[in-house]
Nanobody, 127 residues
Framework: QVQLVESGGGLVQAGGSLRLSCAAS????????MGWFRQAPGKERDFVTI????????DYADSVKGRFTISRDNAKNRVYLQMNNLKPEDTAAYYC????????????????????WGQGTQVTVSS
């Protein structure tokens, strides 16, 4: 069992930056690919980014490419999401989650491919 806790969300003006953190406990996440999703009120939970278990490979949704950067520190059992040049449309609850699908070639942009989820952290970007 893996417990995930996100932190670092908050209120920021457009153009600002935030760094989200996902802390894992219960077992090591070093064998998992790690993803971030986001969900705005009344909308589905959408894929944002993913990083492979060893950090060698990443992928991003088109809407965040060039602005967001995912990273991980397996020694600390943590994953990070650096968000720059934030826009009002980035406003959502952000969730981290584990999967083994990315490195194994399975589809990874759907929530159904993920095993463990955090409770989310709210990001609000004002215009």
């Amino acid at each position: 069992q893996v417990q995930l806790v996100e932190s670092g969300g908050g209120l920021v003006q457009a153009g600002g930056s935030l760094r989200l953190s996902c802390a894992a406990s219960g077992r090591t996440i070093s064998g998992y690919d790690m993803g971030w999703f986001r969900q705005a009120p009344g909308k589905e939970r959408d894929f944002v980014t993913i990083i492979s278990w060893n950090g060698d490979s990443t992928d991003y949704a088109d809407s965040v490419k060039g602005r967001f950067t995912i990273s991980r520190d397996n020694a600390k059992n943590r994953v990070y999401l650096q968000m720059n040049n934030l826009k009002p449309e980035d406003t959502a609850a952000y969730y981290c989650a584990t999967t083994r699908g990315y490195s194994s070639g399975r589809y990874y942009k759907s929530v159904t491919g993920y095993d463990y989820w955090g409770q989310g952290t709210q990001v609000t970007v004002s215009s």
